[in-house]
């Protein structure tokens, strides 16, 4: 073989080689385009679920919590286009809400659900604290656009009539200062109910979050 001849054979290989990884980009580009179209549809509405172990489900399956329910009945009235992402917490309060909204605001929710401050009560913590949490936990979420759905709480008497008049009040101002929607008592029908709870009394059972869901949706629909 000529020296040219060599020189030829080695830029036929060549060429092929870069043929070879051009075509292989473009169909990695194309696959990439599907796929981030399908990821669209599938995440079309995000629902944040930010809230404490009622929330999170404690002592029943991820898929018995009532965020995952909601999901289910929102399916079975067509909406397909729903994505469920449950933020709850055990043992959380409001302090750090807005923290962990700005952590969750990388999956882009386009709706809020915050049920937060069942245990700022419990606990007796500051009321004004509590507000000053949950208030800036929602304008956070107003100024990224989100649609947002406060979950209203109401505690035992035995915190004195002042204390318990003031925590379930608090949700009630926070709603009518921002204009967004309140679900006046999210464990409506099933706080304090015994066949609802879990033996401590205070954690739903299956059933329980199943009422929980049922009282939801409405809400979640004034936001779709």
């Known amino acids: 073989m000529t020296q040219s001849q060599r020189v030829y054979s080695r830029h036929r290989k060549y060429s092929k080689w870069i043929y070879g990884v051009a075509a292989g980009i ?3 580009l194309v696959l990439g385009l599907v796929f981030v179209r399908a990821e ?3 995440d079309d509405i ?4 930010l809230g404490d172990s009622l929330t999170a489900g404690l002592g029943v399956e991820k898929n018995q919590a009532y965020p995952a329910l909601v999901g289910d009945l929102l399916r079975q009235q067509g909406r397909t286009d729903v994505t469920i992402i449950n933020g709850g917490i055990s043992g959380a309060t409001t302090a750090g809400a ?3 909204l700005k952590w969750h ?9 915050l049920a937060l401050g069942a245990n700022d009560g419990l606990r007796g913590l500051s009321l004004d604290q ?3 949490n949950l208030d800036d936990t929602i304008a956070l979420a107003l100024e990224n656009h989100l649609c947002v759905i406060l979950a209203g709480m109401e505690i035992p008497p035995n915190y004195g009539p002042d204390y318990t ?5 608090t949700f009630r101002d926070l709603a009518h200062k ?3 929607v309140l679900i006046p008592f999210l464990l409506d029908k099933v706080g304090g109910v015994s066949r609802m709870n879990q033996r401590d009394g205070v954690h739903p059972n299956a059933e329980g979050h199943r009422q929980i869901a049922r009282t939801v949706v409405p809400y979640i629909l004034e936001c779709l």
Do not use: E
């Not at 605001?105 to 659900?113: G, T, W």
């Not at 008049?165 to 009040?169: L, W």
């Open 46 to 49: 995000r629902i944040l679920f």
């Open 178 to 180: 921002h204009g967004i």
């Open 98 to 100: 807005a923290s962990r």
């Open 26 to 28: 473009c169909l990695w």
């Open 165 to 169: 008049r003031r925590f379930s009040q």
């Open 130 to 132: 509590m507000a000053k």
């Open 105 to 113: 605001l990388k999956a882009a929710p386009d709706v809020l659900v």
């Open 40 to 42: 669209v549809r599938a």
